[in-house]
Every structure is written in C-alpha cells, then in structure tokens.
C-alpha cells in the first residue's frame, strides 16, 4: 500500500518544524522507515506575518538547501511543496495558486484552535469558486469541532475536506472516540503526519495506520491512505458521501 503524506514540517529552517538539514534529513529517513514513499511540504504561512512572496522565497532556499546532498532514503521519495495556510478573511485576496499542494487545487488550511469563525464557509465558498478545494488541517484539534461535528459536516458537505494527524489516534482514548466516528461518517478523508522534529512531534505515520486499523474497518484504512495518494499524484477522486451527524441526549451518532 503506497502511503503519501500530506502535511510535514519538514523543510528546514522555515517554520516551527525541522530547525535544520541534519533534522530535515533524519525526518525523511524515519518517513521513509515509516513506509512513506511521498511527502508534501506544508511550512506554515500567517498572510500577517509575511508576504507571500518572502515565503515562496523561503520556501524554495529551505528545498534547494535540503536537496542539495541526498540520502539513499531522499533519493527514494517523491516531493511536492505547499504550505499549511492560517485562515483569516485575508487570505481570501492571494493567489492560492501558489500555495496550493504542487500543481494541484488543493489547499491545506488551518483554522483557529480558540473558536469556530463566522467567515470559514463564506471564504471556503469563494475559494471553490475559484476551483481550489480546501483541506482542513488537524480536525481533531478543534475543540469546538470535537464538541461538535455537525461543522464539520457542514463543510464536508459544501465540498471541503478533512485530514487527521497520525499522532492525534496515538494518545487521547476520549479524543479516539470521537474520530472513529467521524471517519465512518465519511468527515475524515486523509491521515498525515504534520511532523516538525524527532522528539517533540515526530512522523509517526506508521504506529498511527496500525492504530486506525484497530479503530475502524480494513476498507476505511486503505480509502483514507488512497485518498491521499490520489491528492499527491493529481487523480482525480469523488469523496464518499458525507452521513449528517445528529444529537441524541449527549451522544453524536
Ligand atoms: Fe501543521
């Protein structure tokens, strides 16, 4: 089973994950132990911290920096660049063309932690229009989407789609829970790693697929990883539709 992953830190020096080559090199190498054949970079970008050309500058130095002495494992990978986009109403103005998965219309993004912004489903809207699909970051790290999942259905159902970390099904039982019934919902469509170093979040796409295969059923594993590899390599891909889930005392089924 090819495995791709979607959303790392890995580029080095650019953002909170990988601080330099060295750490850059040994991620790739524990990807590449870890069963992964394809890695998206996805450095955050905060549109109120810099313009998107200094980050597209960045980001192409930390690659050409990275690739310039390659490991047998590098070698062995195939790449593509994007970025891990910070949602305000602003963003709405930039060419996402370039922030995009390379080459593709999809576009990770991330929201706030603190609450659930009026403005998601408008910009999500304007950002379709304009045939880019966006890939919500992280779901389970949105405690107003844990609360409630009926958000993310509503997006989900308005075309977005949803990544969970592989790190995420590693440590939290309550939190497990929650997710397992949002992939058999059909809300959760790919698992990445979201790797920023070796010791404080590493890739740990391996243990978390042999977690999510203890959660939910074989062919619910292998759509989230097809998934993937469908983003990565521009195929084109129809999600499952989307169960609506509803209230019932305080449980969500
Ligand atoms: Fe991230």
Redesign the pocket.
């Known amino acids: 089973m090819l495995i791709a992953d979607l959303?790392s830190?890995i580029l080095p020096g650019i953002d909170d994950g990988a601080k330099d080559v060295t750490m850059a090199r040994a991620l790739l190498a524990r990807q590449y132990n870890d069963g992964v054949s394809r890695v998206a970079f996805?450095p955050?970008f905060r549109c109120e911290d810099q313009t998107l050309e200094e980050f597209l500058q960045k980001r192409e130095e930390a690659f050409e920096l990275l690739m310039q002495e390659k490991t047998t494992e590098m070698v062995a990978l195939e790449y593509r660049m994007g970025a891990?986009v910070y949602f305000s109403p602003a963003v709405a103005t930039l060419d996402f063309g370039k922030l995009c998965l390379q080459d593709t219309p999809y576009l990770l993004v991330?929201l706030p932690v603190t609450h659930f912004p009026a403005w998601v489903k408008d910009v999500f809207y304007q950002l379709q229009l304009k045939g880019i699909v966006p890939i919500l970051?992280?779901v389970e790290r949105y405690p107003y989407i844990m609360k409630n999942p009926h958000l993310l259905y509503e997006l989900v159902s308005a075309g977005a789609l949803a990544q969970i970390n592989a790190s995420s099904l590693l440590h939290n039982k309550k939190r497990k829970k929650i997710i397992r019934k949002m992939i058999n919902w059909n809300l959760v469509h790919v698992i990445a790693s979201?790797a920023?170093s070796l010791e404080r979040r590493p890739p740990q796409m391996k243990k978390g697929i042999e977690e999510l295969s203890g959660m939910v059923r074989a062919e619910r594993v292998s759509t989230l990883l097809c998934n993937a590899v469908k983003i990565f390599s521009k195929e084109d891909f129809t999600p499952e539709e989307p169960h609506e889930p509803k209230r019932l005392l305080n449980y969500w089924v």
Do not use: I, L, S, V
């Open positions: 959303h830190h996805t955050h891990e991330e970051a992280h979201d920023h």
